[in-house]
């Protein structure tokens, strides 16, 4: 019976074969039960009976023990399925980073949990494995087989908790999430397409925006954060291979004696044998196979679409507050200091005021709480700060309300005492009445545009009462005095009126006899001015300085005479008299001589300081264009005075000096003509025959005048117009050789780039054919013999350019057939190995010459190399020759095959063979 119950445990377990060495050692010990021994048989009960129950007892025990520990290993990993790694209260909204802290501590129990089950796996594991340890090798597979399986187990639990977990962080975020047996999408509360809130962000306007507490981006962190964490949480689980034999290793070394034990190899643990297929993979923590499970990954990957819905949708609710942007964005300081500087009505104060207003009801309405997907939006702190906006823009727009309001008050009582002060000011003089009577004209003119301004300003301050405005008490006593004042001043006009009335007659007798005694003295400065002017032309009595002094005080003398008249023209105004007389005429006539006179004397002035300037600079350093430039002005200037001031003999004086100074502006611009060279200046010179230094310091315009240049004008012109034709010629001489000094060939490294080619030539031949033609033209002119020998240099230079470039393009394009054919083909080497090696040497020397060209391209230098031209000519005739060997080879082939005859040379280096 004990036997039968064994097996009949044993059957219940996938690892029977566990138990095969135990099997084994009860069958030998019951064995001779079965063979030898009989009830009969001596001491049978006694002996072998007890011997074998006893025996059977401990195996049984050993089976029920194996069962309880899978038992137990179920109910931990069942219990590690069912652990939640994360805790989330229903109906609960958490704020701020309550919900964080609140996962970090619930992962901290997780932690310790887990730890604990795993722990009692592992005891009960080594438990086992130390009833199995001294089996056979078989036995030990089997063992092997068996920790492969609890390791499945508790990862499979593991995966169970973590998808799990991930899920109920899903349903709190989307209204569909992942179930959690397959990785297809359900619909999370009865198909209800919203979650209810469980996190809260407060709108808040900070740093002129509209942003949220926490950010968007602070909420997904967050999520995803603790969507890593809580899977990062399994970490504390070891795989049970790895955990078995660290734990089985501390047990051995607890037993083993500290001196050593010759069994102490025998205690250390069997190697798990891992399958194949799983070698990779038993590398891997539980944690790092689960953070990459499909599933886990699709549950991962749904939270953050879950929270990208979210956060687009966060967005959107935020844009509902831009049409409010206005209350924060505008300058309120710039925007009150713009709308302070038009003119505006009062009704438009009205409606900004009201419109304002409106604006904080639309705010006080707005939604306080507005749930979002799983977010439960609070606005109260974006409220209270859009409404205080709205109280600062309606105390910005009412400060200035009352600032207008009380800039015109005060204005009003200023006027009202400024002009009754000035009025009750008695006249003495005609200067006083004058002021007296004008004042009076201006102020009985502004009453009714002073009284108009009454009632604007009363409806300013009725509105800023309907504003609930507090006006200064000091403000409302001012405003109240404007009838008394305004009657006041009304009064005053009335007395004012009288007194200037009485004052008239009395001074009208003294006026008439000031205005003849006038005219008599106008009369004399007239003559005065016409008798002692400088009108005359400068003959060495009067200087340029004495005459301006002379102008000088006789405008002193024209002022005195001008504010006689203009205080008595005040006078004659007063009594309505005519102001108009010929001493008023005869006063502008002089002052006109006077002006005219002074410009003329100060161009005359200008001339001479302009003239001494001149003729002392260097010659060398004149700059003719400035001398005909300032001579032009002087001219038109001269000519325009001339129009009034022709009778005056200093006007005809200076005209006379410019008009010859022009005269000779011609011979100066032939002597500054940059053409001119050393052999110009020595005809010149021989002409002359005086010898001069035109480079010389002292070589002056005054010297050109002194040594009587002027006098061979149209020599030295044409001396000048040759020049400047040769000047042409030595120009494009000039330019040819910078063309070349700067033009360079156009390299390209070939194929693999272990050589160089010319790419195109065509801009050197264009330039060639330009410069060939400029050449021709020059020998063609009757100036080219100064410039002989370097243009016949040219010729000869530009020709051997154009013919050595022709070769080495002609070299090239016979190069680059020849070496795709040399190069690539080793049948054409062994068959023309002469050629090969002639092209060998051929590629040899078209790489130096062109590395020493990509080093220096420029194609002046370059074709001059020595012995180019020739080394070019060389290799032509080589590869003429090797192309002639070539033909001769491919006839060779035609001939033995016919039909070769319908290939073309190229097809038939193609065929192999």
């Not at 009989?38 to 195996?59: G, L, P």
């Not at 990957?301 to 206005?326: F, P, Q």
């Not at 823009?393 to 200035?400: A, D, E, H, Q």
Request: hydrophobic share 40%.
């Amino acid at each position: 019976r004990d036997y039968n119950s064994i097996l009949r445990g044993i059957a219940m377990f996938e690892e029977k074969r566990l138990f095969m060495e135990k099997i084994r050692s009860l069958d030998l010990r019951m064995h001779p039960g079965f063979s030898k021994l009989t009830w009969a048989s001596a001491n049978v009960v006694e002996f072998f009976v007890k011997e074998a129950r006893r025996h059977a007892t401990d195996i049984n025990k050993v089976v029920a023990d194996f069962r309880d520990s899978i038992n137990q290993i179920e109910r931990n990993c069942k219990q590690i399925g069912e652990t939640s790694l994360v805790h989330i209260r229903r109906k609960v909204v958490y704020k701020d980073r309550a919900f964080e802290k609140k996962q970090e501590r619930h992962r901290v129990k997780v932690r310790e949990t887990l730890t604990r089950l795993h722990q009692e796996i592992m005891t009960i594991m080594a438990n086992a494995y130390f009833v199995f340890k001294s089996d056979t090798p078989e036995v030990k597979a089997e063992w092997n087989n068996f920790v492969i399986k609890v390791d499945k187990m508790v990862e499979s639990a593991l995966r169970q908790t973590v998808k799990a977990s991930l899920l109920e962080i899903a349903r709190c975020i989307i209204a569909t999430a992942p179930s959690a047996s397959s990785s297809s999408s359900v619909v999370v509360g009865g198909g209800a397409t919203e979650v209810p809130p469980f996190l809260q962000v407060n709108v808040v306007l900070e740093l002129q925006r509209v942003t949220l507490q926490p950010s968007l981006e602070e909420l997904v962190v967050m999520v995803s954060m603790i969507a890593k964490e809580l899977i990062a949480t399994i970490d504390v689980v070891p795989r049970i291979e790895t955990a078995l034999a660290d734990t089985i290793k501390a047990r051995t070394a607890s037993d083993i004696p500290a001196d050593g034990d010759a069994n102490a190899e025998a205690l250390a643990p069997a190697p798990v044998a891992t399958p194949v297929s799983s070698s990779s993979r038993s590398k891997l923590t539980f944690y790092e196979i689960i953070a990459k499970d499909e599933d886990v990954l699709k549950i991962f990957s749904d939270i953050l679409n879950g929270m990208k819905g979210a956060t687009d949708r966060l967005t959107h609710y935020l844009l509902n507050w831009d049409k409010y942007k206005h209350l924060w964005e505008l300058d309120k300081d710039a925007f009150i200091r713009r709308y302070a500087k038009t003119v505006r009505p009062l009704s438009s104060f009205e409606m900004d005021i009201l419109k304002q207003q409106e604006t904080q009801l639309a705010i006080e309405k707005e939604e306080t709480i507005t749930p979002v997907s799983f977010i439960r939006v609070d606005c109260s702190q974006l409220k209270y700060s859009l409404i205080a906006h709205c109280a600062s823009w309606v105390n910005k727009f009412t400060g200035l309300l009352n600032s207008q309001a009380l800039t015109e008050l005060r204005s009003l009582h200023d006027l009202f005492e400024q002009n009754i002060m000035q009025l009750k000011v008695q006249p003495k003089n005609l200067d006083m009445l004058k002021q007296s009577i004008d004042l009076l004209k201006q102020i009985q003119d502004d009453l009714p545009r002073i009284e108009a301004r009454f009632e604007p300003l009363h409806l300013q301050y009725r509105l800023l009462d309907r504003l609930d405005v507090q006006i200064p008490p000091d403000e409302a006593q001012l405003l109240e005095s404007i009838a008394p004042q305004w009657a006041a001043l009304r009064q005053v006009l009335v007395e004012a009126d009288q007194v200037v009335r009485s004052r008239k007659e009395r001074f009208k007798a003294d006026l008439v006899k000031q205005q003849k005694d006038f005219q008599s003295a106008v009369t004399a400065f007239r003559e005065e001015v016409m008798a002692k002017a400088p009108f005359s032309t400068l003959d060495g009595t009067i200087t340029v300085d004495d005459a301006l002094d002379s102008i000088t005080e006789f405008r002193r003398q024209y002022s005195l005479v001008r504010e006689k008249e203009t205080k008595l023209n005040s006078g004659l105004a007063i009594f309505g008299m005519d102001t108009t007389s010929t001493s008023s005429k005869e006063i502008s006539i002089t002052l006109r001589d006077l002006d005219l006179l002074e410009k003329m004397w100060m161009l005359t002035d200008e001339w001479n300081k302009a003239w001494v300037d001149w003729k002392t600079i260097r010659f060398a350093n004149l700059n003719c264009q400035d001398l005909e430039s300032e001579a032009s002005k002087f001219q038109k200037r001269l000519v325009k005075l001339g129009r009034d001031i022709k009778h005056m003999e200093v006007w005809a004086s200076l005209k006379d000096r410019i008009d010859q100074f022009k005269a000779t502006l011609p011979l100066i611009l032939d002597l500054k003509n940059p053409a001119l060279r050393a052999r110009h200046w020595a005809q010149v010179q021989e002409d002359v025959g005086k010898p001069f230094n035109p480079e010389a310091d002292d070589f002056t315009l005054e010297s050109v005048f002194a040594l009587g240049l002027d006098q061979f004008h149209e020599t030295i012109a044409q001396l000048s117009l040759s020049a400047t034709k040769e000047l042409a010629i030595e120009e494009s001489l000039r330019n040819i050789e910078e063309q070349w000094a700067d033009l360079n060939l156009d390299l390209v490294p070939h194929k693999d780039g272990g050589h160089y080619r010319l790419r195109s030539c065509e801009e050197i031949f264009q330039v060639l054919e330009d410069n060939q033609v400029t050449l021709s033209t020059m020998k063609a002119s009757r100036f080219f013999f100064a410039f002989e020998q370097q243009v016949e240099y040219w010729e000869r230079t530009l020709s051997h350019i154009l013919e050595t470039i022709e070769i080495m393009l002609q070299v090239q394009r016979q190069w680059r057939y020849l070496e795709n054919i040399f190069v690539g083909s080793e049948d054409i080497r062994r068959q023309l190995p002469a050629e090969s090696a002639v092209f060998d040497k051929v590629d040899s020397n078209w790489r130096g010459v062109f590395d020493k060209l990509v080093k220096d391209p420029n194609v002046l230098r370059g074709t001059k190399q020595d012995g180019l031209f020739e080394l070019m000519m060389d290799m032509n005739a080589k590869l003429e020759k090797i192309q002639k060997s070539l033909d001769q080879y491919l006839e060779t082939k035609r001939m033995f095959f016919p039909r070769f005859y319908f290939l073309s040379n190229d097809d038939l280096l193609e065929i192999p063979g």
